[in-house]
């Protein structure tokens, strides 16, 4: 989903840790985590994918996912995945156990402190449903925006509800993930904020299709690039 639709919040998210010292790794053959497949019961697809990305990260780095709910996939769901093959526990421990989400890895292993550059601004923070639950993105995504001073977060109605996205849901059920998505829109609107940020690019992808169909000039933003962009001066270091 980044690297199709959101490369440039992929980058920004490189730089973001760049800026605390670390050095980042791509390894260019990684591909989806497995889980469109696995929601929708190709358990046997997902199970081949997820194979290839326990292979592939097989190193004992830390795997830093500026996605909530692939995260949660690598982190909870592989044990699932392959509760029948006991012999791949080891490699799921490990991954498992060396899986961060973005803003979680920035504020608990970074110990990352913000420095605001931006003028203020009322912004309203959407976290995914599953990442929600399964990893705390809207914890650490909250922890992160109080950092910044400029910033007022605002609590919008809607705020824990799915935007309708869902991987494959939205195209399975497109007239209730449709409505799901008008809902979410309208309490970002409603919500008097004037940016809208997010660290899940399926979200981002449905809310800002469903805004732009609607002409309303509102967008999302991934939350690493509204991070760095409030931040700019002290990344300008990296590009040197």
């Known amino acids: 989903m980044i690297d199709v639709f959101f490369p440039g919040a992929g980058m920004d998210a490189i730089r973001l840790l760049e800026r605390e010292g670390i050095k980042v790794h791509f390894p260019q053959a990684q591909s989806c985590c497995g889980q469109p497949a696995y929601t929708s019961g190709y358990t046997d697809e997902a199970r081949e994918v997820a194979r290839a990305q326990l292979a ?84 650490h995504g909250r922890a992160l925006l109080a950092q910044l001073a400029g910033v007022e977060r605002i609590d919008h109605d809607h705020e824990s509800e799915c935007c309708g996205f869902g991987g494959s849901f939205s195209v399975r059920m497109p007239d209730i993930s449709g409505a799901m998505v008008m809902d979410k829109t309208a309490a970002l609107r409603d919500s008097g904020a004037s940016e809208v940020v997010s660290a899940d690019c399926g979200c981002l992808l449905n809310i800002n299709g469903c805004f732009e169909k609607q002409g309303d000039a509102l967008r999302g933003e991934h939350l690493a690039s509204f991070l760095l962009r409030r931040t700019l001066s002290a990344a300008k270091g990296v590009a040197r």
């Open 56 to 139: 592939l990260f097989a190193g004992p780095w830390p795997v830093v996912v500026p996605s909530g709910s692939c995260a949660g996939m690598f982190r909870h769901h592989y044990f699932e995945l392959f509760k029948d093959e006991p012999e791949m526990l080891g490699q799921i421990e490990s991954l498992a156990g060396r899986t961060f989400e973005l803003a979680e890895f920035l504020l608990e292993v970074c110990r990352v402190r913000l420095e605001d550059e931006g003028a203020p601004v009322k912004v309203a923070l959407h976290t995914s449903c599953s990442a929600r639950r399964e990893m705390n993105t809207h914890l």
